[in-house]
């Protein structure tokens, strides 16, 4: 006889999208959630009272342990999550010591602990192109990565100077020697990494190495989350690991840009289809329809911000979101959130959350900025639903 529902774990759950999509199949019982934020671990309360919220750093072995006694009588079957991927972000320094880009080590750690059969893990689309330092270094190799992180160091500082200097050139100096400097140090940089390539190895790698080390076979695919029915194009990386024979799979697109044909995939949901019903209705705050207050220039600055570009010449933020497809990827720049298609302001984050494909009882704790950063971080639940779906499959032609 099957198993009616299967048993889960939500690391780094944030405000919990991926957990609302595994709970929108009906077939799976997220016993414990795991996350740091406390305003999302708020919003995670509220949506998912029936769920075991353990808050804190799950670098701390006391946080393990509790996560550990979670499932001291019952199974791990599953476990769901997105270490976060600010370390792994194509933009700026990337630190080797920085504990953000080393956290999946501690989802290992956990899986080879707690043994599911299946486990699911989500970040970003850069992870695909991001190399970290190899685990084993000679001596001479380590000296070379010395060598390297100085030089990526002072490119780092003279950037951030050149930055503070366009934002305040009162305060802050950025001469022509500087500017000299970082086209050396960049050209430095890309010699020693050309003369030295044995010092760096794929993260993707890294991953998958760490995960056949304690019995996984690991696969990884990216997904557009358009393809299945939230009105945003979000594309993830979305690792599946399984034990024993499982045989590994992805879920099949329901939508697509333009849509197949009668019987293929429908149309993507475009942003109009999703909040028109929106952009009349008053302020609730409550419900997360915060309308931002602009200031007079700034509405200005929008008046003239034609569909398909940005207010700053940015490539998200301050983003004026055609209606008629699915939306840019919605993220939470600092509150440079995208701009409404018919009026002179940013999306309110109800309209955010919708493009999410978050249902509209789906309410999220904390002030306007903490939401926008837990609307941006979620992964769809539509998204989460279709992996879930599927990992339902998995599991059920064994168990």
């Known amino acids: 006889m099957k198993k009616k529902k299967y048993n889960v774990l939500d690391l780094f759950a944030g405000c919990g999208g991926l957990s609302n999509g595994f ?19 708020d919003t995670y309360e509220k949506n998912h ?9 799950v670098t701390d072995n006391q946080i393990k342990e509790q996560i550990y006694n979670t499932f001291k009588n019952i199974e791990c079957d599953v476990i ?4 976060p991927c600010q370390a792994y972000s194509n933009a700026g320094f990337r630190d080797p010591d920085d504990p953000r880009g080393r956290l999946f080590r501690d989802y290992v750690e956990i899986v080879d602990h707690l043994k599911p059969k299946l486990f699911v893990m989500e970040n970003v689309k850069g992870l695909l192109t991001i190399k970290h330092e190899k685990s084993y270094l000679t001596k001479n190799e380590k000296k070379e990565l010395d ?17 503070r200097f366009k934002n305040n050139p009162v305060v802050f100096k950025f001469e022509k020697k500087d500017e000299d400097r970082i086209s050396v140090l960049s050209k430095e940089i890309v010699e020693h ?3 030295h390539p044995s010092l760096h190895e794929s993260v993707i790698d890294q991953i998958i190495k760490s995960y056949n080390e304690i019995g996984y076979k690991v696969q990884f695919k990216l997904l557009n989350a358009a393809n299945y029915g939230v009105p945003q194009r979000r594309e993830r990386l979305i690792f599946i690991g399984v034990k024993e024979d499982l045989n590994v799979r992805y879920p099949e697109p329901t939508h697509s840009k333009y849509g197949d044909s009668l019987f293929g995939p429908q149309k993507w949901i475009t942003v109009r289809q999703s909040i028109d019903d929106l952009k009349c209705q008053e302020e609730n705050v409550a419900w997360n329809h ?8 700034f509405v200005e600055k929008l008046k ?5 570009e940005s207010a700053f010449g940015f490539s998200d933020a301050f983003h004026r979101n055609d209606p008629d497809t699915a939306s840019r990827t919605v993220k939470e720049n600092h509150g440079g959130v995208l701009v409404h298609y018919d009026f002179n302001r940013v999306m309110t984050p109800r309209e955010l959350a919708r493009l999410q494909s978050f249902s509209d009882d789906f309410i999220f704790e904390g002030t ?14 539509l998204l989460g639903k279709a992996i879930g779906e599927v990992v339902f499959e998995i599991l059920n032609e064994k168990y």
């Not at 769901?80 to 270490?83: K, M, T």
């Not at 915060?290 to 220039?297: E, G, P, Q, V």
Request: proline share 6%.
């Open 23 to 41: 709970e929108l199949t009906g077939k799976f019982n997220i016993v414990s959630a795991n996350e740091f934020c406390d305003a999302a671990s």
């Open 49 to 57: 009272p029936d769920t075991n919220m353990i808050r804190g750093d």
């Open 80 to 83: 769901i999550g997105g270490p």
């Open 147 to 163: 060598l390297l992180r100085i030089l990526e160091k002072e490119k780092q500082e003279l950037l951030l100077l050149r930055k």
């Open 193 to 195: 990494k050309k003369c």
């Open 290 to 297: 915060i309308l931002t207050k602009h200031s007079i220039s």
């Open 304 to 308: 003239n911000t034609p569909i398909g």
């Open 368 to 381: 306007k900025s903490q939401i926008l950063v837990q609307i941006g971080n979620a992964v769809p639940p």
